[in-house]
């Protein structure tokens, strides 16, 4: 099975360069198939590190992968060991590769207009209700104006039910969330937007290039892994970016 790798359609400067994986392309089997690049969901150990490799190269250097816990700390590529507990990177130094793993939540990536500084976030409702894309424009320190952010593969809102407590998460900082749910099938259920949260949140800091938001993991189950479809069993995919 091929590598297939989707590359972001947004007017990024070409010393910027970006990427997220499907899950095709590797070695792994079962529900991991194929190209699961998370060591903490299940996998055969060995499975993932050749994973990784087969990823490794088509890129400069080893990205720098996190342990995500869904919060709002971002930290800096070039001075973070791996395996710190962040939920973002962000690097203004060439071949410092920011990277998160996602399957369901929302991975988005940024860079400015000038390409000096590029951030990767891993966007699920905690993170996105505790401010984590704002936090990363703010560690990028360029205007907000000047960024360019890129929405990855996510859980769309047709799949993504959450309850009252997620939606006045949400509501109760930007009344204007509001429009981001849809009432469910049950009473205190709603149908969550994460795209149109994270395009809301954006642009109340001032960041208003967005692009991306179209895919959906859970209903394209032969291209992207999704938690809520499969459960604990389910693989990861990954988002990075970087500065030549």
């Known amino acids: 099975m091929s ?5 972001p359609d947004w007017p990024a400067p070409a010393r910027v360069k970006a990427l997220s994986t499907t899950r095709l392309g590797g070695l792994s089997g079962g529900s ?4 699961n690049l998370a060591a903490h969901v299940g996998d055969v150990a060995g499975d993932v590190e050749r994973n990784r490799a087969i990823l490794g190269e088509r890129l400069p250097m080893e990205p720098l992968w996190l342990e995500q816990v869904h919060g709002a700390t971002v930290v800096n590529a070039a001075s973070t060991c791996p395996g710190a507990q962040a939920d973002a990177s962000v690097a203004r130094m060439a071949w410092r590769i920011c ?5 369901d939540c929302l991975p988005v990536l940024f860079c400015d207009e000038a390409g000096t500084a590029v951030g990767a976030a891993h ?7 505790a ?3 704002e ?4 560690a990028m320190k360029v205007p907000a104006g000047s960024v360019l952010a890129w929405l990855g593969p996510a859980i769309s809102q047709a799949a993504f039910e959450v309850g009252d407590e997620v939606r006045e998460a949400f509501i109760g900082h930007l009344p204007e969330t509001a429009v981001a749910f849809l009432p469910g099938r049950e009473k205190g259920k709603w149908q969550a937007d ?3 949260l994270a395009r809301i949140r954006l642009a109340a800091i001032g960041v208003v290039r967005l692009y991306g938001g179209t895919r959906c993991t859970f209903r394209e189950s032969g291209v992207f892994f999704s938690a809520r479809r499969d459960g604990t069993r ?7 970016i970087w500065l030549e």
């Not at 966007?123 to 209700?129: C, P, Q």
């Not at 389910?234 to 990075?240: F, I, L």
């Open 3 to 7: 590598l297939e790798l989707i590359t």
């Open 135 to 138: 936090n990363t424009v703010q």
């Open 123 to 129: 966007a699920g409702w905690r993170g996105l209700a």
């Open 32 to 35: 991991y198939a194929s190209l």
């Open 234 to 240: 389910s693989g990861r995919q990954a988002s990075m």
């Open 131 to 133: 401010g984590v894309l």
């Open 99 to 103: 990277s998160v793993m996602t399957a």
């Open 194 to 196: 994460l795209y149109q």
